[in-house]
Structures are given as structure tokens and as C-alpha cells.
């Protein structure tokens, strides 16, 4: 549970300041109640993709990968948002139904997020299975999804 915890806050902090080293990111995460080693931090970036990116002042910052980027700026784009029907919650997993045959292309798109909250998915024509990893809450799954799909729980709703 810590390590997910600690994986989410990466990628938060990541997303929101400038974090040009493991020391300022240790600092972050310390002041966040999460402590670690520098030696688990490496490993836990390497994990999420993680890369360093030039800062446009001669220095440089932690991103996370690109597919992350794309993966939050297209799905109204590629019509993915509009085709989920209903999403419903059992036992620690979600089912997600769609319009038919459309579930399939649904599910690729959450997999090639490559979120590390999402153990995989597994599709039919109209019903994907998304199964999460070991430790991540009912919450931690819609939030998940509320970053790979904007806009999805205002359209959608919880069941």
C-alpha cells in the first residue's frame, strides 16, 4: 500500500512542479508523509517511465512518459469518452459497458495509458473487465480513469 501511495504522489508531483532532481523529489515526497531511499525512488521512476526533459533554462525537469500525455488529450478526440455507457464496481474490479463493438478499442486505449494502477483489461463487444492492481481502492480506480478519460464520470457517473 505505501509503495502505491508513494508511486500516485510521484507522478502528482511530477505532473505539477518543476522537479529537476531525486533530492528535491525525496523532499517533496517527505513533506507528503512518504519517505524513501534514493535507491527505491530510482527504481520507482524507472517504474512509471519517468524521463528528464530539457526546462527551456538550460537545466532540466522529470516528466512522465509521452504516452501519458496523449493518453489525457485524446479520447474526446477519438470518440472514447461518448461510447461508455455505464460503469459498475464488483468486487475490486470495474465493468465498463459500451455501445456495442466498441469495447475493444475502449479497452486498447485504456491499456496504452499504461497507467500502473491497471493490472490490464480484458474486452468482449460491449464489456471490458479492468482489473486493477493489488492495493489500489475503488477511489484510486476512478481517478485512474477520471485522468485517461477526462470528462468520463461528469458524462458516466458511479455505480
Known amino acids: 500500500m505505501q509503495k502505491t501511495k508513494r508511486l500516485l504522489a510521484i507522478e502528482k508531483?511530477?505532473?505539477?512542479?518543476?522537479?529537476?532532481?531525486?533530492?528535491?523529489?525525496?523532499?517533496?515526497?517527505?513533506?507528503?508523509?512518504?519517505?524513501?531511499?534514493?535507491?527505491?525512488?530510482?527504481?520507482n521512476l524507472r517504474q512509471l517511465g519517468?524521463?528528464?526533459?530539457?526546462?527551456?533554462?538550460?537545466?532540466?525537469?522529470?516528466?512522465?512518459?509521452?504516452?501519458?500525455?496523449?493518453?489525457?488529450?485524446?479520447?474526446?478526440?477519438?470518440?472514447?469518452?461518448?461510447?461508455?455507457?455505464?460503469?459498475?464496481?464488483?468486487?475490486?474490479?470495474?465493468?465498463i459497458k459500451t455501445i456495442p463493438g466498441n469495447a475493444n478499442n475502449t479497452a486498447l486505449f485504456i491499456d496504452n495509458a499504461r497507467r500502473y494502477e491497471i493490472a490490464g483489461t480484458i474486452a468482449g463487444d460491449d464489456t471490458i473487465l479492468l482489473l486493477p492492481r493489488d492495493g489500489i481502492s475503488s477511489h484510486q480506480l476512478h481517478s485512474c480513469l477520471e485522468i485517461i478519460l477526462p470528462g468520463l464520470h461528469a458524462r458516466v457517473g458511479k455505480k
Open 13 to 43: 508531483i511530477i505532473r505539477e512542479a518543476r522537479i529537476s532532481t531525486q533530492d528535491e523529489l525525496l523532499k517533496k515526497l517527505k513533506g507528503k508523509g512518504l519517505s524513501c531511499t534514493q535507491a527505491t525512488l530510482s527504481r
Open 50 to 95: 519517468v524521463g528528464r526533459i530539457p526546462d527551456g533554462s538550460g537545466g532540466y525537469k522529470y516528466a512522465m512518459p509521452d504516452n501519458a500525455r496523449i493518453a489525457v488529450e485524446s479520447p474526446m478526440k477519438l470518440n472514447i469518452v461518448p461510447v461508455i455507457q455505464e460503469i459498475i464496481e464488483a468486487k475490486g474490479m470495474m465493468i
